[in-house]
């Protein structure tokens, strides 16, 4: 598999890597680098930096970087050869390349071999069936109207009624270990014997899952025996190929048709988008049972903006829908509903009514208002006043999700007309709604707030740490360097005043969309009596008195407030807090409570006391 190093350079020199990582996420100048929420790691405020001018992208989090192959190989999970590949098509460039021999050159190249034998196995397992096995997994595939040629195309497969049976063909073939096959998710460890495995999926109808770019990663199975004490599908668990929040079931064969037809209609199974098919609806993808994560959304926004969630009418299918629908909206996308009839799923719906049936129901959508509205009417929730306010807060909870403020206003103009309600009301419920929202994110992070607190004095008042009001008087008074170095580097998790939190989480904002601080506008959207008194009081410097016309209580809460932080300042401000960090974290060591040994506790103190030495230099 021999490519000369000119034709790597050639791809690469082809492929802008902020237009490639552009592809996948969403990416924001900020002076000469370009800023984004990194994707390999719970990441709250942008942290991944990319240089245009090097051609390179680091994570000053997790430490994630490389180049523009290494980023699509490790966002899509894919070998280098397959990043080569995408990338040289994506550019229009030819590649050839003659490989005999399947790629086992590390971990991740084994577990596509793996997987692609094991769809071959299962293929074959369902052709080559004889006798009363054959006439009931062929009875039926023939209710479901499940064809050969449907067979063919998704790699229907079928896994034998035996504890061994793909753990055999792996060994016969002696290409791939016991080992390897079982961190595919193949096969399972038995617990009284670690030595010895046996098959995963046992009497299933196998569906292989592929990447968006036609791999194997996974494989779900659906139940077809009654004493098959299992669920009615199970998948492959988690591995280094499969990830279940970034792969869309029917992605690979439906996103041309995306493309063309602009718009993507989001169901739940397998035998849906196999029964769509069968009838000739193509452009439609399935989050494979699982919740919709923001990932699946980002995926489909590569190939079309406009997103149709088809539901199943029953309970669990509504609560699942309106998950999504939180998802799809903060993604920016445009969303529509479709609702079937009670009772009914896209796989019976097709089959029983057909295809002209089944496009007079997508053009029946609704929107998001329309679908929520129908529901609390159906439920008879909208009789009395409390009722309609709940209603009213569940949609603002929808439109509050949405990033463009545009597409606010047109839905808040909407509700006030259908509803009678003045637009300034909504808007004042919509901006506590975000800040709501925003904060919440935030304290979702993965990174635990430690509970012991170190060398941080409390303020006069006794309410938040001096070192936390602090940060306040930067992002008030910080010129532009100063806020481009704490939107870069300054970390939620450092601060332990919750009522300080919400004041930094409105900053990071304003900074993400605006790049500019407004203090009347936090003021309005946090609507917190303790945090506008927190920012009001450190705002009002009593040095700058003479520079306010007014003694108005908000008039001089303003942009262009005297700034006095440059970035040096801030750099300082951001070693202060990682030194509390160090200091918190070497306490924590000595403490002991992870059971170290002495030695292991010494060296561990000497690194931690090091790194504080380290920024005490500085």
């Given at each position: 598999?021999?490519?000369?190093?000119?034709?790597?350079?050639?791809?690469?020199?082809?492929?802008?890597?902020?237009?490639?990582?552009?592809?996948y996420i969403q990416v924001k100048k900020r002076g000469?680098?370009?800023?984004?929420?990194?994707?390999?790691?719970?990441?709250?405020?942008?942290?991944?930096?990319?240089?245009?001018?090097?051609?390179?992208?680091?994570?000053?989090?997790?430490?994630?970087?490389?180049?523009?192959?290494?980023?699509?190989?490790?966002?899509?999970?894919?070998?280098?050869?397959?990043?080569?590949?995408?990338?040289?098509?994506?550019?229009?460039?030819?590649?050839?390349?003659?490989?005999?021999?399947?790629?086992?050159?590390?971990?991740i190249s084994k577990l596509f071999e793996i997987n692609?034998?094991?769809?071959?196995?299962?293929?074959?397992?369902?052709?080559?069936?004889?006798?009363?096995?054959?006439?009931?997994?062929?009875?039926?595939?023939?209710?479901?109207?499940?064809?050969?040629?449907?067979?063919?195309?998704?790699?229907?497969?079928?896994?034998?009624?035996?504890?061994?049976?793909?753990?055999?063909?792996?060994?016969?073939?002696?290409?791939?270990?016991?080992?390897?096959?079982?961190?595919?998710?193949?096969?399972?460890?038995?617990?009284?014997?670690?030595?010895?495995?046996?098959?995963?999926?046992?009497?299933?109808?196998?569906?292989?899952?592929?990447?968006?770019?036609?791999?194997?990663?996974?494989?779900?199975?659906?139940?077809?025996?009654?004493?098959?004490?299992?669920?009615?599908?199970?998948?492959?668990?988690?591995?280094?190929?499969?990830?279940?929040?970034?792969?869309?079931?029917?992605?690979?064969?439906?996103?041309?048709?995306?493309?063309?037809?602009?718009?993507?209609?989001?169901?739940?199974?397998?035998?849906?988008?196999?029964?769509?098919?069968?009838?000739?609806?193509?452009?439609?993808?399935?989050?494979?049972?699982?919740?919709?994560?923001?990932?699946?959304?980002?995926?489909?926004?590569?190939?079309?903006?406009?997103?149709?969630?088809?539901?199943?009418?029953?309970?669990?299918?509504?609560?699942?829908?309106?998950?999504?629908?939180?998802?799809?909206?903060?993604?920016?996308?445009?969303?529509?509903?479709?609702?079937?009839?009670?009772?009914?799923?896209?796989?019976?719906?097709?089959?029983?009514?057909?295809?002209?049936?089944?496009?007079?129901?997508?053009?029946?959508?609704?929107?998001?208002?329309?679908?929520?509205?129908?529901?609390?009417?159906?439920?008879?929730?909208?009789?009395?006043?409390?009722?309609?306010?709940?209603?009213?807060?569940?949609?603002?909870?929808?439109?509050?999700?949405?990033?463009?403020?545009?597409?606010?206003?047109?839905?808040?103009?909407?509700?006030?007309?259908?509803?009678?309600?003045?637009?300034?009301?909504l808007r004042q419920e919509i901006d506590k709604t975000?800040?709501?929202?925003?904060?919440?994110?935030?304290?979702?992070?993965?990174?635990?707030?430690?509970?012991?607190?170190?060398?941080?004095?409390?303020?006069?008042?006794?309410?938040?740490?001096?070192?936390?009001?602090?940060?306040?008087?930067?992002?008030?008074?910080?010129?532009?360097?100063?806020?481009?170095?704490?939107?870069?580097?300054?970390?939620?998790?450092?601060?332990?005043?919750?009522?300080?939190?919400?004041?930094?989480?409105?900053?990071?904002?304003?900074?993400?969309?605006?790049?500019?601080?407004?203090?009347?506008?936090?003021?309005?959207?946090?609507?917190?009596?303790?945090?506008?008194?927190?920012?009001?009081?450190?705002?009002?410097?009593?040095?700058?008195?003479?520079?306010?016309?007014?003694?108005?209580?908000?008039?001089?809460?303003?942009?262009?407030?005297?700034?006095?932080?440059?970035?040096?300042?801030?750099?300082?401000?951001?070693?202060?807090?990682?030194?509390?960090?160090?200091?918190?974290?070497?306490?924590?060591?000595?403490?002991?409570?992870?059971?170290?040994?002495?030695?292991?506790?010494?060296?561990?103190?000497?690194?931690?006391?090091?790194?504080?030495?380290?920024?005490?230099?500085?």
């Open positions: 598999m021999s490519i000369p190093q000119e034709k790597f350079s050639e791809i690469a020199q082809a492929n802008e890597i902020v237009d490639v990582i552009s592809g000469k680098s370009f800023l984004a929420i990194c994707p390999f790691h719970p990441d709250k405020n942008p942290s991944l930096h990319i240089s245009q001018e090097k051609q390179v992208y680091h994570c000053f989090s997790c430490k994630a970087s490389g180049n523009v192959y290494s980023f699509v190989q490790n966002y899509e999970k894919i070998t280098f050869m397959d990043a080569v590949q995408k990338l040289a098509q994506r550019a229009g460039i030819e590649l050839r390349i003659n490989a005999k021999d399947p790629d086992r050159s590390n971990e692609k034998g094991a769809a071959k196995y299962f293929y074959r397992n369902l052709q080559n069936l004889s006798g009363n096995e054959k006439e009931f997994i062929y009875n039926y595939l023939g209710k479901r109207k499940i064809h050969q040629k449907l067979i063919e195309k998704f790699g229907i497969g079928y896994s034998l009624k035996s504890w061994d049976g793909l753990l055999n063909y792996f060994l016969e073939e002696n290409i791939f270990t016991a080992s390897e096959v079982e961190k595919a998710g193949l096969l399972i460890k038995r617990e009284n014997d670690e030595s010895n495995y046996y098959d995963r999926f046992r009497g299933r109808l196998i569906f292989p899952i592929f990447s968006e770019n036609d791999k194997v990663v996974g494989f779900g199975g659906r139940k077809l025996y009654e004493d098959d004490l299992g669920g009615k599908y199970i998948n492959s668990p988690e591995t280094k190929i499969y990830n279940k929040s970034k792969v869309l079931y029917g992605l690979n064969f439906a996103k041309e048709k995306i493309r063309y037809y602009d718009y993507v209609i989001l169901v739940e199974g397998y035998m849906d988008i196999v029964s769509l098919h069968k009838n000739g609806i193509e452009n439609v993808v399935a989050s494979s049972g699982t919740a919709l994560s923001p990932d699946q959304v980002q995926l489909i926004s590569r190939y079309t903006k406009n997103v149709y969630v088809l539901f199943d009418s029953d309970f669990a299918g509504i609560k699942a829908a309106k998950r999504g629908i939180e998802i799809i909206l903060e993604a920016g996308l445009d969303l529509s509903v479709v609702s079937l009839p009670e009772g009914e799923d896209p796989d019976s719906f097709i089959n029983k009514f057909g295809k002209e049936e089944f496009e007079q129901q997508i053009q029946k959508r609704k929107s998001v208002i329309n679908f929520i509205s129908e529901l609390y009417e159906k439920e008879g929730k909208l009789e009395s006043v409390n009722d309609k306010t709940d209603f009213i807060k569940e949609i603002i909870s929808y439109i509050g999700r949405i990033p463009d403020k545009i597409k606010r206003a047109f839905y808040i103009k909407e509700i006030s007309g259908l509803y009678d309600l003045y637009e300034s009301d975000i800040n709501e929202n925003k904060f919440k994110s935030y304290q979702k992070s993965s990174v635990k707030i430690p509970e012991q607190k170190t060398n941080l004095s409390k303020s006069n008042n006794g309410n938040f740490y001096k070192i936390d009001k602090e940060v306040i008087d930067y992002f008030i008074r910080g010129d532009k360097d100063c806020l481009i170095y704490l939107y870069e580097n300054f970390h939620i998790e450092w601060l332990h005043s919750e009522t300080i939190k919400k004041i930094v989480c409105e900053f990071l904002e304003q900074l993400n969309f605006d790049f500019e601080i407004n203090i009347s506008k936090a003021i309005n959207i946090l609507d917190d009596e303790e945090a506008i008194k927190c920012i009001t009081e450190i705002a009002n410097d009593p040095h700058e008195a003479s520079f306010f016309e007014s003694t108005s209580q908000y008039i001089f809460l303003k942009n262009s407030v005297h700034k006095k932080y440059k970035q040096s300042d801030a750099i300082k401000l951001i070693d202060k807090y990682k030194k509390n960090e160090f200091e918190r974290e070497r306490i924590e060591v000595k403490n002991n409570k992870a059971g170290l040994s002495l030695d292991e506790v010494s060296l561990k103190v000497s690194e931690i006391t090091k790194k504080i030495n380290d920024i005490m230099k500085n």
